[in-house]
């Protein structure tokens, strides 16, 4: 079993400030996306990344694929209230299944 | 708006009842997941479905099972409940290939087995 690993585990913040997030895997990812889940929710999906070295904007949220696309970053400018929430990494190795990292969980201190 | 429904939101069954989830989507998607959620754990995959009356285990299928005798119906079963079984619930469907499209999960079923 392929294994995802996520830092920080936590993570607390005042509004507008910045900060990034990290997940990494000894495996090459086929692709990787970003999940955020509020309490009592189900994820939701916010981005792939399937090209090594890939970003993309999601309005203030910055994703990275890393070049040789074994790791992945979630970079948040001028962090809101309305960011919190558990934020997932989740991978694919060439099948239909996602594995998933342990999550940060992200709270924004209004 | 696409959706993935479990039918409930909060159970509490007593250890050796056999405890039914089940879940429904509307998007015709072909694959279906059950995946349960622990603190420190993440999300663990314990059974999937690529197609109508085809199932396989996942990483921790001991002690589930489940059925998927429509496309749009997928349940996870506990044949006899335990306490090691009080966990968050997640059905999650998707249409191939995921790395393009992703999960859509449904809003989880939170379980408790006293």
């Known amino acids: 079993t392929q294994l995802l690993e996520q830092s920080p585990q936590f993570l607390s913040i005042q509004e507008g400030e910045n900060l990034t997030v990290y997940c990494n895997s000894s495996?090459?990812?086929?692709?990787l996306q970003w999940y955020r889940q509020e309490p009592g929710e189900g994820p939701v999906l916010l981005v792939t990344v399937v090209t090594g070295g890939e970003v993309k904007k999601l309005k203030r949220l910055t994703f990275q694929f890393g070049d040789a696309r074994k790791d992945s970053s979630l970079h948040i400018t001028a962090a809101q209230p309305g960011d919190t929430g558990l934020y997932l990494c989740a991978g694919t190795f060439g099948n239909e299944k996602l594995t998933f990292g342990t999550g940060t969980r992200l709270t924004i201190i209004p | 708006d696409v959706k993935v429904t479990q039918s409930s939101r909060y159970l509490v069954k007593r250890t050796g009842e056999k405890v039914f989830l089940e879940c429904v989507q509307d998007?015709?998607?072909?694959?279906m997941f059950w995946y349960r959620q622990d603190p420190g754990l993440g999300l663990r995959l314990i059974y999937f479905?690529?197609?109508?009356?085809?199932?396989e285990k996942g990483d921790i299928p001991e002690g589930y099972s489940v059925s998927r005798e429509k496309k749009e119906r997928f349940s996870l079963i506990l044949e006899s409940a335990s306490t090691n079984q009080t966990s968050m619930y997640l059905c999650a469907s998707s249409t191939a290939p995921v790395g393009n499209y992703g999960y859509t999960f449904g809003s989880g079923t939170r379980l408790t087995v006293v």
């Open positions: 479905s690529y197609d109508v009356k085809m199932k």
């Open positions: 495996s090459v990812f086929s692709s």
């Open positions: 998007m015709d998607h072909e694959n």
